[in-house]
C-alpha cells in the first residue's frame, strides 16, 4: 500500500496543471501533422456539401469557423451550451467549438427522448440550447424551452414559425475568428451524461485535469500503432470516451475513420475500402459485427487491434473478431471504466488465450493512476477472492453530479469511490466483475457470467438478459439474430447445468430498452417483463418460446 501511495503521489507531482481540452484536439494535431486524412461515413449535417474526406488541418480549420460563430451569436467563456441534435459527427465539431472560446459543452445524446431531453435542460440551468431545426420541431416539440433555455442556436435548417429567440448559426458565416481560452485545469470544462441505465441520467462534470490522467495510460497502450494504423471509430458522440480517443490517435497522427452508423451493412462496406487496422466500437455493436467475419471483401482482415472500453465483453464476439482478422499476432484490448472515473482495469486476448477467457477477468487495475479495494456492506475489506462493492481512489473522477452534488458525495467513503458494481480482486491483483449492485438477484451468483455462458452456448442469440422477475426470479430475456423463435430443446440442452431460472422471454432486438452507449437499461427491461406477461408464440414447436410486448 504504502508503495502504491509514493506512485501516486509522485505522478501527483509531477503531472500537476496539465490539462485535457477538447477546444484543442485538432489543432494540436494540425500543428504537427496537419494533411493526416479523416473520412466520415456520411457528410456532415452543418456543410453537407463539404463531402466526407477532410484533413486534420481542414477540420481545425471548420471549428475555429463555428467558433466564431459561436462567439458571434453571444456565447461566452464559461457558459454551458447544451447539444442535442441529430446524430452526426458534427457533434463532435461543435463541442470542440464550444470548448474552444472556454465555453461547457453539455453533451446529450441524440437516443434520449425529449423529455428525458427536457429534464436535463432544466438542471443545466439556463443553458444555451444547439440543435438543429429537425430536433427543435421533432423530440423537442413538446419541451417548453422558454425560461429554461438561455437562447436557443442551430446548426442546421431553418427556424420554425413561432421560434423568435432562436438563432442560425449561417447567419455568423464570416465571423471575426477568436483566440483559443483554457480554462483552469480544475474548472468544469465538459459535461456528458452517465448511461441512464438506471433511470434518469446523472450528469457528470469533468475538468481538465481529470481528463488528462485518464488520456496518458490510453495513449501509452496506443504508443505501438502511433503513426501506422488508420484508426476507425464508431461510438456515440456525447460520451468522454470519444474525445479521449480522438486526441490519442491525432496526438499519434493516426489516419482517422469515423462512423455514425454501426449497421454491419454499412460498415463492411466502409472498412473493406478504409482497410482500418484499429477497431473500436461498444461492446454489444461488436455483438453484432460477429456476422462480419464472412462478409465480403473481409472487412475486419486488416484489423491489428480491437478495442473496447464500455463494459465488459462476450467470449465469444473477441473469439470472432480475432479470428476475422489476418494480421499475424492480432489483439482485442478491453478497458473496463465508468463515465465517474473512466478507465479502471484492462487486458488483453490473443487468438491463444481467447478462447480460455473468463469475461468476469476484466483486467489489472491501472497502476500509479487506480487504487481499488473490495468491500462488504459496512464498509470493511473483504479478503482476496471474496465478492464485495468495488471502490477506487483516482485522480480521473469526475468533480460532481451537476444538481445533484449530495447524490455524488454519497458515493465517496473517505476519499473512496463506490462504483456500483460487485466484484472480487484474485491474488494476482486481477479484477472480476460480478453484477451491478442494484440488478443483484440472490438465486445467483452472477447474471453476467451466465449471460456469457449462453451467448457461448447459443449462436443464435444476439442478446441475452437476466433480470428479476415478479418475486425475484431470474428472468431471461432473449433476442435472436433472425428475430425467429428460439428453439426450446436448444435452451433446454445449453441450460441444463445452471442455476434455476423462469421459462425464458423472447422479444424483438429493437424492442429491447437501451442506452446511448447500447446496454441494455435493465431495471426498465425488469418493469417491462413484470407487467407484461408471457405470451406463447404459435410457432408449432412445443411451448416454451414466449414474447413480450
Known sequence: MRRTNTVHTLLRRVTRGNGFYIGEIFHAAARRTPATPVTLDRPLQWAPDRGTEFTVGQLAAQIDDLAARLWAAGVRPAERVALYKTDNFDIALLACAAGRIGAVPALLSPALDGAVAGALLTRLDRPWLLTDADTLTGALREVPLAGVVRGTLLSAGRAPAGAPDTVLLADHAGAPRRDPVFLHPHQPSLITHSSGTTGIPKLAVHCPETGWHRLVPQQIVAWPIRERETAALCMTFVHSRFYQGLAMFLGHGNPLVIAVDPDPARIGPLF????????????????????????????????????????????????????????????????????????????????????????????????????????????????????????????????????????????????????????????????????????????????????????????????????????????????????EPLDPARWRMATEDLPPMAPYRQFPFEGLPRTSTRKIQRPELARIVRESPPRPVATGREPGTVTGA
Open 272 to 483: 473493406t475500402r478504409t482497410r482500418p487496422g484499429y477497431i473500436e466500437t461498444h461492446p454489444n455493436t461488436y455483438v453484432d459485427w460477429e456476422e462480419l467475419d464472412a462478409a465480403p471483401g473481409a472487412p475486419l482482415s486488416s484489423v491489428r487491434v480491437f478495442g473496447a472500453t464500455f463494459d465488459a465483453m462476450h467470449p465469444r464476439t473477441i473469439q470472432r473478431m480475432l479470428g476475422a482478422s489476418r494480421r499475424k499476432r492480432p489483439l482485442f484490448v478491453q478497458f473496463y471504466g465508468q463515465s465517474e472515473i473512466g478507465p479502471m482495469a484492462g487486458r488483453w486476448y490473443t487468438r491463444r488465450t481467447a478462447h480460455r477467457s473468463d469475461a468476469r477477468c476484466v483486467g489489472l487495475p491501472l497502476p500509479g493512476f487506480i487504487s481499488m479495494r473490495v468491500v462488504d456492506d459496512a464498509g470493511r475489506r473483504v479478503a482476496t477472492g471474496r465478492t464485495g462493492h468495488l471502490e477506487v481512489r483516482s485522480r480521473t473522477r469526475i468533480l460532481t453530479y451537476l444538481g445533484e452534488d449530495d447524490r455524488f458525495r454519497s458515493q465517496l467513503h473517505d476519499g473512496w469511490w463506490r462504483v456500483g458494481d460487485m466484484g472480487y480482486l484474485d491474488r494476482w491483483g486481477l479484477l472480476h466483475l460480478m453484477d451491478r449492485e442494484v440488478d443483484r438477484i440472490e438465486t445467483m451468483d452472477s447474471n453476467l457470467a451466465v449471460e456469457d455462458l449462453l451467448m457461448g452456448r447459443l449462436d443464435e442469440l444476439r442478446e441475452v438478459v437476466i433480470v428479476a422477475g415478479p418475486d425475484g426470479e431470474p428472468v431471461p430475456v432473449v433476442a435472436t439474430r433472425s428475430e
